[in-house]
């Protein structure tokens, strides 16, 4: 059975590669508009920056932070033990698994739906795993970790954008000089971006890169670096207070300004945290794929992650935001939200907070979901004036639909790549 | 990318349109204070002009509020509770409903105001639209409120204002108690039907100082939730 992988090796490669590339691309079109939304849609970054941000820091989180979750979804979900005598269908189920979640994402994009990418991919796999091979195949506590991370993880960033809402109204809104006192405070916002976002990344990310660091190291480094950015922010902040005076603005107008600065700090800790957990929805497949071709057959679990596929998945997200998510990120510019720089920056922190540190534990979560969560955490501290629900329950809703379909889709391509290969 | 997206969980802020209302609420309340001073000279030409902007301000204020209402759908998740909201858009919308009466009665039976109370009269319609004014410095009060995210040092500031209001409609019901007494001396002197009217209208212009304080009541209600 194994002469499939040698005889078609190359073809089931160069598949591997253009499915991973359209769902990378896939993700890059459409999903980082829900990422980068929040930043636009409260004003604090303009179309044009909110792209050119996402290209850079969706690219650095792909390819320095994205390796964890991408082992999970290469070789977490299904136990490699129980296929070893039958690797080529591995290839395929991933193949396939691609193949759904990218057209499920094409599909749900078409009609508007807030489908989420990670979970069309981890159905898609635990549907040819369990349907196509055999239920024993998938290895169900990882799988279980995963689903619970998804229930988690919008209730953390929700809990996490409460805090730091509560704490912005107690340190700022509520003071005497509401602007003065965010002059001095959100410096250490910005602290705490650059932290979290230095901290996985020196833990997690730079292993491949050929760096190593202890966690002492790690945290050292990731302060150096949360504090160069609080001194970048400060020197930034300088500059909003001439504005101000020149302009002789409102009271409110003016510490809006500033959050709208921290905003800029906190979408590129999202875009990187996108990139991160979400790269991998794409690439990890692939990779599950590559080194399966690559060995021969061998299910090496043991290796890591290749660089140049991080990569194919970065370029493939910062083609796709350049091909049409731009189109997608003027349409949710145009939408205005009555969300204010001080309460979008709290959401924007608390979901790249939580999804970065999923990408550190290798949890593929859905960014888009974190996001909900940290959202209505902000409006349990009474920071947003109105939140439709009915918008909630159907995101909500579409994860659990996308399971079954993402599942029913890749069962049916791997059954068709098993008969045209095999 | 339909409504369904992630960003369309950002629902419309009821907050600048409560403004927008009361505004409009406000501004009716000074064109029937304008309208007064007219009917009290008798100019009628000039009173059916202000009675026309207050028929205008009315529709404005009924469109605001059939907007709030129907931004208003039950899966809203919001910083106020949405039955406070609804009860201060209708106590609201009391203010330009209560001024477009007044007008109408007065201009349809061209309704001379007694010369001798006149001048009281006056003046206790100015105080009562102060009233309105101070109900409409309450909910701009409460939209910074909500920016700074509902405080307890806001929530004082809010309960001053709604204090002073208190003590605003409290002097609005002595002046309408002498005006009354006044009035009340002298109304054998008047056609009776006449006289039943002039009430009847005093009772309303008092009725809008009621509102504005009952306004007030429901915004300290809907800020401490």
New interface residues.
Partial sequence: MVEVLSEHGHVLLILGCIFGFFMAWGIGANDV??AM?TSV?SRALTVAQAILVACIFEFAGAYLAGGEVTSTIRKGIIDASVIEETPELLVFGMLAALLSAGIWLLIASY????VSTTHSIVGAIVGFAAVGIDVDVVYWPKVASIVASWVVSPVMAGTISFLL?TS??KLI??KED?FMCAKRYVPFYMLLAGFVVAMVTFLKGLKHVGLSFTAIESIAWSLVFGLIIALLGTLLLQRVDNEIKEKNGTM?DGVEKIFAILMVFTACAMAFAHGSNDVANAIGPLAAIVSVVQSGGEIAAKSVVPPWILMVGAAGIVLGLATLGFR?MI??GR?I????PSRGFAAELAAAGTVVIASGTGLPIST?HT??GA??GV?L???????????????ILSWIVTLPVGAGLSILFFFAFKGFFA | MSNDSFLGMFAKSPFSSLQEHMDVGKRAAIELQNFLNSAKKSDWDAASQYRQKIIELEHAADGIKNKIRSNLPKFLFMSVSREDLLDLVYAMDGIPNTAKDISGIMIGRHMEIPEQVSDQFISFSNAVIKASEQASAAIEKVDEIQKSGFGSRDAVLLQELVAELEQLEQEDDELEAALRNDFFLIEKGFPPVDVMFFYDIINRIGSLADISQTVGHILIRLVSK
């Fill in positions: 508009a829900n939304g849609g009609f508007g739906w807030p809402f912005v109204k809104l509520q509401p409110f997608v349409t949710v939408a939200t009555e969300l204010t888009t996001l909900v959202v209505l409006g501290a009474r920071g947003i004036g109105a939140i439709n629900l009915g918008v909630v329950g159907k995101i």
